[in-house]
């Protein structure tokens, strides 16, 4: 299956502020852990001969893609693109690429937390309701290391559908889509994306069903959360990621949801208490796109940028730097 266009977001600012502090005269190597069509990671190769990148997806037609443009575009020496999730970045490449720790560390690293437009927009995927295809919403499509989206819908019993929908979608709605869902598949396995909307649809009172937001919004983005373990994986693995970083190198992480923004931003203060490795955040309030970037990708409206550096010395107090 080839792997749709994707709109990189926030794409100059991810790169700008990553790179600001690259020597001029040896290699930097970057990591973008969520290569997805490959924006970030090359901008990174365009930027500057000297920059090296490791990057990591868990989604087979990602790294078909990925591979195949490597191949294309003669960045085989400069770019490794590792077939793995990306909380188990720092162990493969602590095993696998010991030139990084030769060079000091990364300079940078970029966690686009995002899903790809290539999802949304093959159906085959089940991650839109826009589509009638198969409740999968498994970023590795291939594995069956996690449920389904159909095998939570079918199995998970109300207590606990309840829960993610509050949790992972916040959703006012949930006792009663749990409910639902729980009463409709005991006439029928719920096996489709359409057929999962019209159960919720049908949860809303009629006055509030068709505005701006359709209403399986949240409960989608729940169960994606829930299927992937996004959440549980997001907090595991930014404390990893900062004993990579060499002196003065940064971690960038752009989310799209409350949930996962507020993780990024707890983890990173609660980050600037250690003392072995001391950090500094850098961005007191996220950065947001510009109305410009919005125009062209409407679904670029939700990103959070948050930026944090390693540093010498601790200091007294944070100085926001954006």
Do not use: W
């Amino acid at each position: 299956m080839s792997y749709g266009s994707h709109y990189t977001v926030l794409k100059k600012e991810c790169i700008d502020t990553l790179t600001e502090k690259a020597p001029t005269d040896v290699k930097s190597y970057y990591a973008d852990l969520t290569f997805g069509g490959g924006g970030h990671s090359f901008e990174f190769l365009y930027r500057n001969p000297l920059f090296n990148v490791r990057s990591t997806d868990q989604d087979p037609d990602a790294l078909k893609n990925g591979n195949a443009r490597i191949e294309s575009e003669g960045m085989l020496g400069r770019i490794k693109l590792i077939n793995t999730n990306f909380v188990h970045f720092a162990e493969m490449i602590r095993e696998h690429s010991p030139e990084v720790f030769e060079a000091g560390g990364f300079q940078g690293i970029l966690l686009d937390l995002g899903v790809s437009s290539h999802h949304f927009d093959e159906a085959t995927r089940g991650f839109s309701f826009r589509f009638d295809g198969p409740l999968d919403m498994r970023m590795n499509h291939e594995s069956d290391e996690f449920l389904t989206a159909a095998e939570i819908v079918n199995t998970y019993d109300e207590k606990d559908l309840k829960r993610i929908f509050e949790e992972y979608g916040e959703e006012k709605n949930a006792r009663k889509i749990a409910m639902k869902i729980v009463e409709e598949r005991k006439v029928k396995s719920i096996e489709t994306t359409k057929e999962l909307e019209n159960i919720v649809f049908h949860c809303y009172p009629k006055e509030h069903r068709y505005g701006k937001t359709n209403p399986s919004t949240r409960v989608f983005q729940a169960l994606r959360l829930e299927v992937n373990r996004e959440l549980e994986v997001l907090s595991n693995t930014i404390t990893q990621l900062i004993p990579l970083l060499k002196m003065n190198g940064r971690i960038a992480i752009i989310s799209f949801h409350s949930l996962e923004d507020r993780i990024v931003k707890n983890v990173f203060r609660d980050s600037m208490a250690l003392t072995e490795l001391p950090v500094e955040v850098l961005t007191k309030k996220p950065i947001l796109p510009t109305e410009e970037e919005i125009s062209h990708n409407s679904r670029s409206r939700s990103a959070k940028l948050r930026i944090l550096e390693r540093i010498e010395v601790k200091k007294d107090k944070n100085k926001y730097k954006y």
